[in-house]
C-alpha cells in the first residue's frame, strides 16, 4: 500500500494551522491570559513561541518528513533503537491522553453551538453549564464530538483531512475578524482592550516565574507541540518544501487567530461584566471564561446569532484540532501493525470512548488531565524530540532542514542545530522539574 501524501502545499499549511488552532486559542489563551496578568502573559508567550514554539515546531518536521513515519515507527527508524522508538510511542499515547478530555470539551462545545439556536442558556448561563459539564448528557456529547472527528480521520489524508481544513480555517478567521470588529467597537470595549495590551511590567517582576511556566505550557499546546501530530503531519510532506516557511508561517497564523480571540474575549468581557471579576477573574475551573462569554451573548442585541457565530467558530477549530490527535495513532498502526484506516480508526474511537466517558463522568480527573498531566506529557515529548533531532540526526537534521530552501535559510541551519542540542532542552527540562516538584507540593520558587 502507498503512503498518502498531501495533494497541495497550502493543504498542508492549513491542515497544521488547523491542528494548532483550536481550543487552545479559543478557550484556553484567554483564560490563561486573565489569569496570569493580561498583558505580561502575552508579552512572554509571544516571546516563546518564538524562541522556543518555532525552532521546536521544526525539529518535528525534520523527523517526520526524514522517515515518512508516525512518532514511533520516525524515531525507531532513524535511530535503529527500541528506546527511542519508545520515546516515539510516548507521543502516540500523548495523544490519546490528550483527544480523552479534549473529546469533552469540543462536546461542551457542540452543546452550547446547538443551544444557541434555542436559546437553551439564555434563562442563566452559569446554572446551565452546571447541569452539562460532568455526567451522562456530557459523556453524550463527547462521543458526538468523537464520533464527528472520527467520521474526517476515517476519509484519510486528503480526502478528509485536508478537504475539511481547508474550508474550516478561512471560514474561523472570517468569522473571528467579524466578531472582533463588534466586540472592540462597544461601549466599554475600552477597558478590555487595556488590560490586554498595556504591558503590567510590575506584574510581570512580582509573578515571573507563574508567567513563565504558564507562558510556556500554552506555547507547547498552541503550536501542537510535544505529542508528534506536526511529526506525523510532515511525514505526508515531500521534498519540495522549505520546512522553515511553513513553520514560521504555521506559527504566525496560528498565534494570530489565538491573538485575534483575544479582541473578541477581553472586550466582550469587560464591555457587559464590566470587569474580570467572578469565575473569569479567579480561573475558577475550565468552564469559567466559557460562562462568562455565554453570560455576555445573553445581554447584548442579536446576542443569540452572535452565539451561534461564535460557537460554530469554535466548533469547527475544535474538530480541526482532534482530528489531528485522533491521526497520530492511527497511523502509527496502520504503519506499524499493518492496519486498515477503516479498522485502525474505529478501534482508537472505541478506546477514546471509554476513557474520554471517565473524564466526563469524574470532575477531578479531567482536571487532572486537562491542566497537569497533559502539560507534563508534553513538555517531556517536546524535550524528547528535541534531544532525538540535536544529538541523534545532528548533521543530518540540518541537511533536512535546508532540503527546499534557499541560501539565507539554510544559513540558519547550525544556529537552530545548536539550540536544539542544548538550550531548548534544558529549559524544558527545567520546566518539567519545577512543575513535577510543584506537584509534590514542593516549592522551590517561594
Ligand atoms: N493546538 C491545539 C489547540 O490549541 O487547541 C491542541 C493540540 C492539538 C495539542 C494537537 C496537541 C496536539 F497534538
Do not use: C
Not at 350 to 372: E, I, Q, Y
Amino acid at each position: 500500500m502507498t503512503r498518502e501524501s498531501w495533494r497541495t502545499r497550502l493543504g498542508f499549511i492549513l491542515a497544521a494551522v488547523g491542528s494548532a488552532v483550536g481550543l487552545g486559542n479559543v478557550w484556553r489563551f484567554p483564560w490563561m491570559t486573565a489569569e496570569n496578568g493580561g498583558s505580561a502573559f502575552l508579552v512572554v508567550y509571544l516571546a516563546i513561541i518564538l524562541l522556543i514554539g518555532v525552532p521546536g515546531l521544526l525539529a518535528e518536521f525534520v523527523i517526520g518528513r526524514r522517515s515518512q513515519r508516525n512518532p514511533a515507527g520516525a524515531l525507531f527508524r532513524l535511530s535503529g533503537s527500541k528506546s527511542w522508538g519508545a520515546v516515539g510511542l510516548f507521543g502516540v499515547v500523548t495523544a490519546v491522553v490528550l483527544l480523552s478530555f479534549y473529546s469533552v470539551v469540543g462536546g461542551w462545545i457542540l452543546r452550547y453551538f446547538l443551544a444557541s439556536f434555542t436559546g437553551g442558556y439564555f434563562g442563566s448561563p452559569g446554572a446551565y453549564f452546571g447541569s452539562i459539564n460532568f455526567g451522562l448528557p456530557a459523556v453524550g456529547f463527547h462521543v458526538a464530538f468523537l464520533g464527528l472527528t472520527s467520521l474526517v480521520v476515517l476519509g484519510g489524508v486528503r480526502d478528509g483531512i485536508e478537504k475539511a481544513t481547508k474550508v474550516m480555517m478561512p471560514a474561523i478567521v472570517v468569522l473571528l475578524v467579524a466578531l472582533a470588529a463588534w466586540a472592540t467597537t462597544r461601549t466599554g470595549a475600552d477597558a478590555g482592550l487595556s488590560f490586554y495590551l498595556d504591558f503590567d511590567a510590575a506584574y510581570l517582576r512580582a509573578n515571573f516565574f507563574d508567567v513563565l511556566g504558564a507562558a510556556a505550557g500554552q506555547a507547547l499546546f498552541t503550536l501542537s507541540l510535544g505529542v508528534g501530530t506536526m511529526i506525523t503531519y510532515a511525514s505526508y510532506l515531500g521534498d519540495d518544501h522549505n520546512l522553515a516557511f511553513d513553520g514560521s508561517i504555521i506559527a504566525v497564523l496560528n498565534t494570530g487567530v489565538g491573538v485575534l480571540a483575544g479582541f473578541v474575549v477581553f472586550p466582550l468581557l469587560f464591555a457587559t461584566v464590566g470587569e474580570l471579576t467572578g469565575p473569569a477573574a479567579s480561573g475558577g475551573g475550565p468552564g469559567a471564561l466559557f460562562v462568562s462569554l455565554a453570560g455576555a451573548f445573553t445581554q447584548v442585541p442579536f446576542g443569540q446569532v452572535l452565539a451561534i457565530a461564535f460557537f460554530g467558530v469554535i466548533v469547527l477549530a475544535a474538530l480541526s484540532s482532534s482530528i489531528s490527535m485522533l491521526e497520530i495513532p492511527v497511523a502509527y498502526l496502520v504503519d506499524e501493525h499493518d492496519l486498515e484506516r477503516r479498522t485502525a480508526t474505529g478501534a482508537l474511537a472505541g478506546l477514546v470512548l471509554l476513557t474520554g466517558s471517565a473524564n466526563a463522568l469524574n470532575p477531578a480527573l479531567f482536571d487532572f488531565v486537562a491542566s497537569t498531566l497533559v502539560d507534563l506529557m508534553l513538555t517531556a515529548g517536546l524535550a524528547g524530540f528535541l534531544v532525538f533531532v540535536g544529538w541523534v540526526l545532528g548533521k543530518d537534521a540540518v541537511a533536512e532542514f535546508s532540503t527546499g530552501a534557499g541560501s539565507r535559510v539554510q544559513s540558519l541551519g547550525p544556529a537552530w542545530l545548536w539550540s536544539v542540542r542544548t538550550i531548548l532542552p534544558l529549559f524544558l527540562l527545567g520546566t518539567l522539574a519545577v512543575n513535577l516538584l510543584a506537584l509534590a507540593g514542593v516549592s522551590i520558587l517561594g
